[in-house]
């Protein structure tokens, strides 16, 4: 079983810059590739942005790719998720996610191929 532990959020004022660290039990860490997802109230989760198990490849959803960005660390066994210039309607939890995926470049970004979550990470961001 693989735990996932987010960190990280908080309240913070619209323009502020965040940065959202998961730290994984997974071991290999490498041999999985990483997500990032938020959850609106009342909405599904949605992808923010993937990244690959070798961390080469990554895909940030195109409508926030100017302000947000994922990488990881294979050796701290961490993937993160950098925001800047944080507005209002990025409010929400936030997950990340570890997915068993088959090659070192592929970016997983469908919720339902990822096996394991954590338990989220509340945002806040006051105008």
């Known amino acids: 079983q693989v735990q996932l532990v987010e960190s990280g959020g908080g309240l913070v004022q619209a323009g502020d810059s965040l940065r959202l660290s998961c730290a994984s039990s997974?071991?290999?860490?490498?041999?999985?590739?990483m997500g990032w997802f938020r959850q609106f109230p009342g909405m599904e989760r949605e992808l923010v942005a993937a990244i690959s198990q070798n961390g080469r490849n990554t895909y940030v959803v195109p409508a926030i790719s100017n302000r947000f960005s994922i990488s990881r660390d294979n050796v701290q066994n961490t993937v993160t998720l950098q925001i800047k210039n944080l507005k209002p309607e990025d409010t929400a939890i936030y997950f990340c996610?570890?997915?068993?995926?088959?090659?070192?470049?592929?970016?997983?970004?469908?919720?339902?191929?990822?096996?394991?979550w954590g338990q989220g990470t509340q945002v806040s961001v006051s105008s």
């Open positions: 997974a071991r290999p860490f490498s041999a999985y590739g």
């Open positions: 996610a570890a997915d068993r995926s088959e090659g070192v470049w592929y970016v997983s970004t469908s919720q339902y191929e990822y096996e394991y």
